[in-house]
Antibody, heavy 119, light 110 residues
Framework: EVQLVESGGGLVKPGGSLRLSCAAS????????MNWVRQAPGKGLEWVSS????????YYADSLKGRFTISRDNAKNSLYLQMNSLRADDTAVYYC????????????WGQGTLVTVSS | QSALTQPASVSGSPGQSITISCTGT?????????VSWYQQHPGKAPKLMIY???NRPSGVSHRLSGSKSGNTASLTISGLQPEDEADYYC??????????FGGGTKLTVL
């Protein structure tokens, strides 16, 4: 059974940093592209970042460039999102999602981890 | 990159059909077939319902279908059932190698 489990969320002060993790199981992690998507409270989905299976290709939403860094460790079946210089509008549930195809068909999603940026 | 445009809400009675539109531009929906649709129930993670404009993953009901014309993609749900009540989001690849979601549509089954 495919499972994606996010962790690392919590309360952080503005300007702080947080590292999210996504533990994958039930499939050959190293052969799939992976993604981060966030959803602010009561709002819609917002794409954050995508990474190819071998980390050769990495993309970010324009609004996040320079503050967030996506990475993966295929040996540990894990996806990461390093978030720096956090702002109040980064408050959201962060989901990791497996990509059937790099840019569409994201077929498995984790349950999400809540990041709250507040003083 | 602006969000794709979806109606905020649609509604229908059980057994009826509804269509949710997703309007983009020639730089996203209009130029690529990397269009997906996701269903999200309250407090749950999104679930893939359609990919590549019109393909259904295994296990997704045949009552759902996707299409595209010009810059607008559409999701049609026929034979509405109470469990179809949820939020629906479209997404598309863009010419700047990014992904954009629609604003979401709340489907109410009356």
């Amino acid at each position: 059974e495919v499972q994606l489990v996010e962790s690392g969320g919590g309360l952080v002060k503005p300007g702080g940093s947080l590292r999210l993790s996504c533990a994958a199981s039930g499939f050959t992690f190293g052969t799939y592209s992976m993604n981060w998507v966030r959803q602010a409270p009561g709002k819609g989905l917002e794409w954050v970042s995508s990474i190819s299976s071998s980390s050769s290709y990495i993309y970010y939403a324009d609004s996040l460039k320079g503050r967030f860094t996506i990475s993966r460790d295929n040996a540990k079946n894990s996806l990461y999102l390093q978030m720096n210089s956090l702002r109040a509008d980064d408050t959201a549930v962060y989901y990791c999602a497996r990509a059937y195809d790099f840019w569409n068909g994201w077929d498995y999603w984790g349950q999400g981890t809540l990041v709250t940026v507040s003083s | 990159q602006s969000a794709l445009t979806q109606p905020a809400s649609v509604s229908g009675s059980p057994g009826q059909s509804i269509t949710i539109s997703c309007t983009g531009t020639s730089s996203d929906v209009g130029d690529y077939d990397h269009v997906s649709w996701y269903q999200q129930h309250p407090g749950k993670a999104p679930k893939l319902m359609i990919y590549d404009v019109s393909n259904r993953p295994s296990g997704v009901s045949h009552r759902l279908s996707g299409s595209k014309s010009g810059n607008t993609a559409s999701l049609t749900i026929s034979g509405l059932q109470p469990e179809d009540e949820a939020d629906y989001y479209c997404s598309s690849y863009t010419s700047t190698s990014t992904l954009v979601f629609g604003g979401g549509t709340k489907l109410t089954v009356l």
